[in-house]
T-cell receptor, first 115, second 109 residues
Framework: IAGITQAPTSQILAAGRRMTLRCTQDMRHNAMYWYRQDLGLGLRLIHY???????GKGEVPDGYSVSRANTDDFPLTLASAVPSQTSVYFC??????????????FGPGTRLTVL | GQNIDQPTEMTATEGAIVQINCTYQ??????LFWYQQHAGEAPTFLSY??LDGLEEKGRFSSFLSRSKGYSYLLLKELQMKDSASYLCAVMDSNYQLIWGAGTKLIIKP
């Protein structure tokens, strides 16, 4: 069982280019999340999905879009990358979106540099 | 606004005990989580508290006081492998996690 996988591991991207970060989980979790992690700041939620077919905006959604066509996959797209989107991106999943003792499990992350 | 505060960095000695504090102000409360994150790796779950009191799990314990908006993570018998960042996160009224910036723990021999 792989858990959550993300691709690519790292990427250097020219500003203005389009980029999709991939995330796949094999735990059949209902909820999935995208975070960015920047030095000196806590993880910040970009977008989330409580179940397949639904998505929602987090704290910092501007410049990003997501889709949830099925349970396993939750890609994050940067339509036109800007240098301020340089960050480490983590995908996470949980069995239920309503918290409680429900734990979020994280993928290994994608390190993105926008020049 | 919502805010999670924890020290930026702490240093401790191998074999000793260290306490990492976390204070929070959030819109609603549905539990507090502690995660461990080694450099260059993903956060991994350590503990969850939703009721006041102490939760013990091996060498790690976590305490919560909801009235004070306060939690701590206690690490006993420190090992070199415990060198990592420790992230405090609170689940708010919308069931979204609000994260602190993390405490980098340095263990010295």
């Amino acid at each position: 069982i792989a858990g959550i996988t993300q691709a690519p591991t790292s990427q250097i991207l020219a500003a203005g280019r389009r980029m999709t970060l991939r995330c796949t989980q094999d735990m059949r979790h209902n909820a999935m999340y995208w975070y960015r992690q920047d030095l000196g700041l806590g993880l910040r939620l970009i977008h989330y999905s409580n179940t397949a077919g639904t998505t929602g905006k987090g704290e910092v959604p501007d410049g990003y879009s997501v889709s949830r066509a099925n349970t396993d996959d939750f890609p994050l797209t940067l339509a036109s990358a800007v240098p301020s989107q340089t960050s480490v991106y983590f995908c996470a999943s949980s069995d239920s979106p309503s918290g409680g003792t429900d734990t979020q499990y994280f993928g290994p992350g994608t390190r993105l540099t926008v020049l | 606004g919502q805010n999670i505060d924890q020290p930026t960095e702490m240093t401790a000695t191998e074999g000793a005990i260290v306490q990492i504090n976390c204070t929070y102000q959030t819109s609603g409360f549905n539990g507090l989580f502690w995660y461990q994150q080694h450099a260059g790796e993903a956060p991994t779950f350590l503990s969850y508290n939703v009721l006041d009191g102490l939760e013990e799990k091996g060498r790690f314990s976590s305490f919560l006081s909801r009235s004070k908006g306060y939690s701590y993570l206690l690490l006993k018998e420190l090992q070199m492998k415990d060198s990592a960042s420790y992230l405090c996160a609170v689940m708010d009224s919308n069931y979204q996690l609000i994260w602190g910036a993390g405490t980098k723990l340095i263990i010295k021999p």
